[in-house]
């Protein structure tokens, strides 16, 4: 493992896992999910590999595998630039689906980018995720290689949900249609482990990010993106011949009038419909100027994903209602590079540009229209506050205004002076503000102490067995699944014994060493080969039951148990197990439900007090704090790992919340029968669990079966 030192060039590993990224044509706004967040992690990586000091930079997403998007997204890896690379990672479905529906595939996604950078020469220097999706895997890769991890939200589920439901959308609808509970879980979990979280603005910091539980400005670093100067620029000429005036000449009656636009992916979040409304509700505004709506490349609008298609029906709707016809176009298609023409028709029309969302994180088309010479009116819910106030080159508006957002553009388009100052001021100030280059520089500088920090695990096994590398292995945990039906247990014996030679027997348990001891002896249970304890906190291997010092070492990474005890200390309904249960790495209570605060209080608490600690509650009336590196999953990966033992190779068996992180991802996971109620429940549409009839040991008996695991 070479340690980066300060003369080894970086290797930066970006992780971005939804939409369509590619090195070249972009299709920016084809769909929900790629847009902003797409172009901004390409553009991030080339720019970083052209720094001297950097030596590679890997952009991770996910590979699909779609008749619907074309071959390049199916392509294992992909050069970008020099010393650049786009790499594509398998997990879930081969098909192109939306990024809501990922969340029970991102553990295989770690899974399998972890078993691809340990084919690597080195490890990277440094983790960079971008959006929930990347943070969750982010969050794992982090835990389990040591590398220090920073985190771009690109948008917030937390500022997305308060703005859709000052709209008038219901909580049930929000959360139906994009999962926003397990988005904003992942979002918290990520700013609670991120060394360092990277923004585009100052009001993301205090406005978005101030939102959640896990708010730690003091590890923020604003550094705004760029934009493509080369791309983006005024028109060159007054009469500058642009193809895509064709286009808009069959939707306008006025062709020559000047052009409000709009330019977005259809999504809720962006409240087209609403500037649409705002236009159709101003007599004025529709005698100065024609409205044109970009969002998106669309061939029928009922098959669009839902929400795409609502923004889009909605919008014919209104533009009906008013009867705007041949005042507004909404063009279904457009290429890439369209974008730059339309911009610059725009600004020869004297035109504005308009981002009436409901709140905009950062807003990278504002960049591109202050570079093609437009003047702005876009929302005062986010990045446009800081962009609009470097760049002194437009009006700020309240979304759901909609005599406002009439308003600041019948004020530009009615002042062809003012409209001349915003336009040269753009044009001066998106230049000295928003560059590539410059965001690279200062992104080296940030990080450079962190690419230190990071202590990455040990490669080789800690302790040389006796050539025991077996490419089998059973993980289970004791209570409620090993233990409770001692016929069960009697045949599951009977074949570990049979089937000893072949696989490597492990238990994970919530148990400390002592105590597991003194269930084998009493059950006359084999000696298994290693003995996960302490909720993973704790690693030993037989048959002299020798600790993994490594593993204690690894895990120590900012556990504060005094702390921790302070906190939880003061709750209802939580009082301390017996001494015998607690340990160096774990905190473990009695939880009451009947007064004790709920899961999510108390992880609120946890994120609040910036502490991270992984919790579980197991059984419904244990509940458990060890450090955020620790817990029954990542212990047995990096068993795994160090043992060369693929996790499709490995059946992990459980039936509590302590066991969830053991059963996803990549392993054989197996649910005995006889699980608490609603514990693991969310794993019921995860692939490779199996849900097992069978009660206690007769479940793994049953998932042997079921895996033909034996024959694998
Ligand atoms: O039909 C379309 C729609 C969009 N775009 C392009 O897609 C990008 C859209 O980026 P942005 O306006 O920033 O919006 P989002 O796609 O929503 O991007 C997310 O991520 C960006 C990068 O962090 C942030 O700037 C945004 O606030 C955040 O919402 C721009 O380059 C547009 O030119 C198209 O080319 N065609
Ligand atoms: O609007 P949402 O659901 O917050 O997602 C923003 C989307 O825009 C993007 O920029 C698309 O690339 C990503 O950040 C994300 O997929």
New binding site residues.
């Given amino acids: 493992m070479i340690e980066n030192t300060n003369t080894e060039p970086l290797y930066i590993l970006l992780i971005s896992v939804?939409?369509l990224i590619r090195g070249r044509d972009l299709e920016l706004g084809r769909d929900?999910?790629?847009?902003?967040?797409?172009?901004?992690v390409v553009e991030l990586a080339k720019a970083l590999a052209k720094q001297p000091n950097v030596g590679r930079v890997d952009l991770v997403t996910r590979r699909i595998i779609d008749t619907e998007v074309g071959p390049d997204y199916a392509e294992l890896a992909e050069p970008l630039a020099e010393n650049a690379q786009i790499v594509r990672i398998e997990a879930g479905p081969e098909g192109y689906i939306r990024?809501e529906e990922l969340w029970d595939h991102l553990d295989s996604f770690a899974d399998n980018l972890l078993t691809w950078l340990h084919r690597q020469p080195r490890l990277p220097d440094i983790l960079h995720s971008?959006?929930a999706d990347a943070g969750y895997v982010g969050v794992r890769l982090a835990h389990r290689t040591g590398l220090s991890l920073i985190h771009t939200g690109?948008?917030?589920?937390r500022d997305?949900c308060r703005r859709l439901l000052a709209m008038g959308l219901a909580m049930e609808d929000i959360e139906l249609r994009?999962h926003m509970s397990r988005r904003i879980d992942a979002e918290e979990d990520t700013l609670t482990n991120a060394d360092l979280v990277i923004t585009s603005t100052r009001n993301e910091i205090e406005e978005q990010y101030e939102l959640y539980d896990c708010y730690t400005p003091d590890k923020m670093a604003i550094i705004p993106p760029g934009t493509d100067l080369d791309m983006f620029h005024p028109p060159t000429s007054a009469g500058e011949d642009i193809a895509f005036a064709e286009t808009l000449k069959m939707s306008l009656h006025e062709p020559h009038k000047p052009m409000i636009l709009a330019l977005s992916?259809p999504?809720e979040?962006k409240n087209i419909v609403g500037l649409l409304e705002a236009y159709g509700g101003s007599p004025r505004l529709q005698q100065l100027a024609n409205l044109v709506i970009i969002a998106g490349n669309r061939e029928d609008i009922r098959e669009l994903g839902e929400g795409p298609q609502g923004v889009l029906t909605e919008l014919l709707l209104v533009a009906d209602y008013y009867d705007l016809y041949g005042r507004v176009a909404l063009p279904k298609h457009h290429s890439a590079d369209d974008v730059a023409d339309i911009y610059r028709l725009a600004a020869t029309s004297g035109g504005v540009f308009v981002n009436p969302a409901l709140t905009e994180?950062f807003g990278l088309t504002l960049l591109e229209a202050a570079a093609s010479g437009l003047p702005l009116v876009a929302t005062e819910n986010g990045g446009p506050v800081d962009i609009i106030g470097n760049c002194s080159n437009g009006l700020l508006v309240d979304p759901l205004d909609k005599s406002a957002i009439a308003e600041a553009l019948v004020t530009i388009l009615e002042n062809p002076k003012l409209w001349q100052e915003f336009s040269v001021n753009g044009l001066q100030n998106v230049a000295r503000y928003y560059s590539w280059d410059a965001h690279a520089q200062a992104y080296l500088r940030t990080i450079r102490t962190l690419s230190q920090q990071g202590v990455p695990l040990p490669k080789t096994p800690p302790i040389v067995k006796t050539g025991r590398y077996q490419k089998l292995a059973i993980f289970t945990a004791i209570d409620n699944t090993l233990l409770g039906d001692n016929e069960g247990l009697a045949q599951f014996v009977n074949l570990i014994r049979e089937k000893r030679k072949k696989l490597l027997f492990g238990i994970a348990t919530g148990r400390r060493l002592d105590s597991a001891l003194a269930i084998f002896k009493k059950y006359r249970i084999p000696m298994p080969d290693i003995l996960i304890t302490s909720f993973g906190t704790e690693i030993y291997y037989a048959p002299q039951l020798i600790a993994d010092i490594a593993w204690t070492y690894h895990i120590d990474h900012l556990w504060t148990p005094q702390v921790l005890r302070r906190v939880i200390g003061k709750l209802p309904g939580l009082t301390l197990q017996a001494k015998s249960e607690q340990s160096r790495y774990k905190l473990s209570y009695h939880y009451d439900s009947n007064s004790a605060p709920s899961m999510e209080e108390i992880l609120t608490l946890l994120r609040q007090q910036e502490l991270s600690a992984n919790c579980t509650l197991s059984s419904g009336q244990f509940l458990d704090f060890v450090p955020a590196r620790a817990s029954k999953g990542q212990a047995l990966r990096y068993i795994a790992q160090q043992w060369h033992i693929p996790l499709e190779r490995i059946l992990a068996t459980g039936g509590s919340g302590a066991d969830e992180d053991m059963l996803r991802g990549n392993t054989l996971g197996v649910v005995v029968a006889n699980r608490h109620c609603e514990e693991l429940s969310i794993l019921g549409d995860t692939e490779h669990v199996y849900f097992a009839e069978g009660s206690h040991a007769w479940g793994i008996l049953e998932a042997i079966e079921h895996y033909d695991f034996f024959n694998r």
């Fill in positions: 939804h939409g929900a999910d790629t847009g902003g967040q797409t172009k901004y990024k971008h959006y690109h948008s917030l589920g997305k994009y992916r999504d979040r994180p």
